[in-house]
């Protein structure tokens, strides 16, 4: 059964000073480990999917990375407006594997 | 482009009631997942359908039922709602089911 494990529960930053995020996951064969954001009240927003150990991802002040057993959001000189929580997920290939395996997130929370 | 919309977005319900939620993922998507969202178990997957074949089915009693139409469009149901079904409860559009999903904002329903 794939198992998605995300640290910390929460993190707590001031504007500026940079973090990351871990990602641990165990699938049989994967497919794709994806990252969302998701504002209270609202559905998650994607963000990257990686494929491959050693592949990287960047987007404005985001980098999501990959290795064999976890991967890693990094946040550059966060801003207020990155607080949300961060959501990990995995897709694995065994059979016809359609579903995407969540982990219970990040709360990330950015002081001005 | 529009994205996946869910409908209706709040809902309130006695328990025993039933109760049918709709999705209409993005044009071209004919992928449709559904996830029950809560504070204790985060984001678990519930079904995804493709052409109109349900392909996976998460652990969920059979009280959760759900349905794909020629456009794409997808709706679940639930009987015989418990307290403990109170939720957000999102949809998630792809194009294959192998792609990156794009959720909708979701349905809140309390069971009271």
């Known amino acids: 059964e794939d198992q998605v494990t995300q640290s910390p529960e929460a993190l707590r930053l001031q504007e500026g000073e940079s973090s990351s995020l871990n990602c641990s996951y165990t699938v049989s064969g994967l497919r794709g480990l994806f990252w969302y954001r998701q504002d209270p009240g609202k559905g998650p927003e994607f963000l990257f999917t990686?494929?491959?150990a050693g592949e990287e991802k960047e987007k404005e002040r985001l980098k999501a990375t990959l290795t064999k057993k976890e991967s890693f959001l990094h946040i550059t000189a966060p801003k207020p407006e990155d607080s949300a929580t961060y959501l990990c997920a995995v897709q694995g290939s065994g059979g016809s594997n359609y579903k995407l395996t969540f982990g219970k997130g990040t709360l990330l929370t950015v002081n001005p | 482009k529009a994205g996946v919309t869910q409908t209706p977005r709040y809902l309130i319900k006695t328990r025993g009631q039933q109760v049918t939620l709709s999705c209409s993922p993005i044009s071209g998507h004919r992928s449709v997942s559904w996830y029950q969202q809560t504070p204790g178990q985060g984001l678990q997957f519930l079904f995804e359908?493709?052409?109109?074949?349900?392909?996976n089915k998460g652990n969920f009693p059979g009280r959760f039922s759900g349905r794909q139409f020629s456009n794409s469009r997808s709706e679940m149901n639930v009987s015989t709602l418990e307290l403990g079904d109170s939720a957000l409860y999102l949809c998630?559009?792809?194009?294959?089911?192998?792609?990156?999903?794009?959720f909708g904002q979701g349905t809140r329903l309390t069971v009271v």
């Open positions: 359908y493709f052409s109109e074949t349900q392909r």
């Open positions: 990686l494929y491959s």
């Open positions: 998630a559009s792809s194009i294959d089911g192998t792609a990156e999903a794009f």
